[in-house]
């Protein structure tokens, strides 16, 4: 029978904490140590609110480190003075190849001397029409022509947030009245079919940050995931957030705590000089 269930399926444990509490995770050496790392580095971020929400988990994460990041908004990676996180509001949210553009032209204004380099879409940038197989070839075509011009920059991937999808009897009711699919759940399919085209890309490859999969990952390790006509679909992890969309202080927390991971992993040598 088709429909819409929501399930729970194990997941490979991120490296975003094992512990049931995400503090008692995060305040150990191997965090000061990443922290440390990424506070000498020349960073460029491109975002909307949910790398807000990121910048916010870091800075929490760095104040209970003892570890003084400095993360300032700059409008452009020319701009960037010394080491820091600058980043950079890329314009508009609904319109991703609009974002792509701006990423573009924010690395490019002035000669940049980043180190590490990554733009992130909005879960408001995907709909069900949403044309993915261009979008992502799009996006590869301006990472590509970016990696020429910046050959000691290492561009960081980031796959598509998500969102959380109504459940219980009243998403049930929905369906047996023909309001099924959830409209959330088709623009997390298309979600999760540009992450997997990201990840097909570049993993192993290339630095992924796979925000989606740390929102999909509930503190116990499952993942949390709708099934619809034999499809498991990733969904926002109800836990992480209060509006259904962007992180509250717990999900800032486990996704920053992945984010500096990421960004602390990649080697000195690939750093611009």
């Not at 400095?70 to 609904?94: L, P, Q, V, W």
């Not at 980031?158 to 459940?167: C, N, Q, R, S, Y």
Request: neutral net charge; hydrophobic residues 45%.
């Amino acid at each position: 029978m088709s429909g819409t269930h929501f399930v729970t399926s194990a997941l490979l444990a991120l490296a975003v904490g094992t512990s049931a509490s995400v503090q008692a995770a995060d305040v150990d050496a191997s965090l000061h140590a990443e922290l440390e790392r990424i506070s000498h580095r020349r960073i460029f971020f491109g975002h909307q609110s949910v790398g807000v929400n990121l910048l916010d988990g870091v800075r929490q994460l760095a104040r209970m480190a003892g570890v003084p990041v400095r993360i300032a908004e700059i409008k452009e990676a020319g701009s960037m003075e010394g080491a820091m996180i600058g980043h950079t509001f890329i314009a508009d949210n609904e319109n991703p190849l609009k974002k792509l553009k701006s990423f573009e032209q924010a690395m490019d204004t002035r000669p940049a001397s980043v180190d590490i380099a990554l733009m992130k879409f909005c879960f408001v940038d995907f709909s069900a029409e949403t044309d993915v197989q261009m979008l992502f070839a799009r996006y590869s075509a301006s990472i590509n022509n970016l990696r020429v011009k910046h050959p000691g920059t290492t561009f960081v991937h980031v796959t598509a947030p998500l969102t959380a999808v109504e459940g219980g009897l009243k998403a049930r009711a929905k369906y047996l009245l023909g309001y099924a699919p959830l409209y959330e759940t088709m623009e997390n399919m298309r979600r999760e079919e540009y992450n997997t085209l990201l990840r097909k890309a570049y993993q192993g490859r290339e630095p992924i940050f796979d925000l989606a999969r740390v929102e999909s990952t509930a503190p116990d390790g499952t993942m949390e995931a709708v099934k619809w006509k034999g499809m498991v679909v990733p969904v926002m992890t109800p836990e992480y957030t209060s509006d259904g969309g962007h992180l509250n202080d717990a999900g800032q927390l486990r996704a920053a705590r992945e984010l500096v991971r990421i960004l602390a992993s990649i080697p000195e040598r690939t750093a611009a000089r």
